[in-house]
């Protein structure tokens, strides 16, 4: 089964903006961030009202609070790499090398189960474009990754709290700090024209279970699962 997670966290990858490797006890939220850091301060995705991205409005759905800061470009390309070369990131390879083959084979097992095969596997499918696609707009930017330092349960970490807001993971706020806000939302865009809004959200909802699951298992139990999960 865990074959067919080839190139699944791609997303993740290109998240990885300013994250202060402050990890309390090997992770802890991003530090506070002013107002001036965020659109409209402490404004979430979609607070419009209306479904973004084919999830529900407000910081219960999948994107959490928008950031804006500059990217943490090392746990981006260490996360890529893990993977594989950029434009061919695997899953399998990345998972395994952050939390090795029992976990990454166990994990698996357990989101098919929770959400079904059907699921699963457009999850895969829509995570792989949006790190291949991130690392294209990224490129295309102009955007100098350095050498990748970070491997195993540190780079896990490190990713895991990209996303952390007051110690609950949200998927889109891991990926503004990869990639940057505005990457983010062109991805997302690119998704949406692709594979359609719901394949969008139903992205978000797995890996925000996905990145909880991945904090327990390193044992960092003070992690909590987002609403949209």
């Known amino acids: 089964m865990i074959q067919r997670l080839s190139a699944a966290v791609a997303g993740a990858a290109l998240a990885a903006l300013c994250f202060t490797p402050a990890l309390a006890q090997g992770m802890s939220s991003p530090a506070p ?52 070369a950029p434009g061919h990131f695997s899953i399998v390879k990345a998972l395994t090398a952050m939390a090795g083959a029992t976990t990454a084979n166990a994990e698996v097992a357990k989101l098919t189960k929770q959400y079904g095969s059907a699921k699963v596997a457009s999850f895969v499918t829509v995570q792989n474009f949006a790190v291949n696609d991130a690392v294209k707009v990224a490129t295309a930017a102009g955007v100098k990754f350095p ?75 003070s992690v909590q699962l987002a609403a949209y999960h």
């Open 33 to 84: 961030m002013s107002s001036g850091s965020m659109t409209g301060g402490m404004m979430s995705h979609g607070m419009s009202g209306t479904p973004d991205h084919g999830m529900p409005a407000g910081k219960a759905g999948g994107d959490g609070v928008i950031y804006t800061g500059a990217p943490d470009l090392q746990a981006a390309i260490s996360l890529v790499t893990a993977g594989g």
């Open 147 to 221: 050498s990748p330092m970070l491997h195993g349960a540190a780079l896990a970490k490190r990713v895991v709290g990209l996303g952390l807001i007051n110690g609950t993971y949200y998927e889109g706020t891991q990926l503004d700090h990869l990639v940057t806000h505005g990457i983010h939302e062109r991805v997302m865009a690119d998704i949406d024209q692709k594979y359609g809004t719901e394949a969008d959200g139903n992205y978000h909802r797995i890996a925000d279970q996905a990145h909880y699951d991945l904090a327990q298992a390193l044992g960092v139990t």
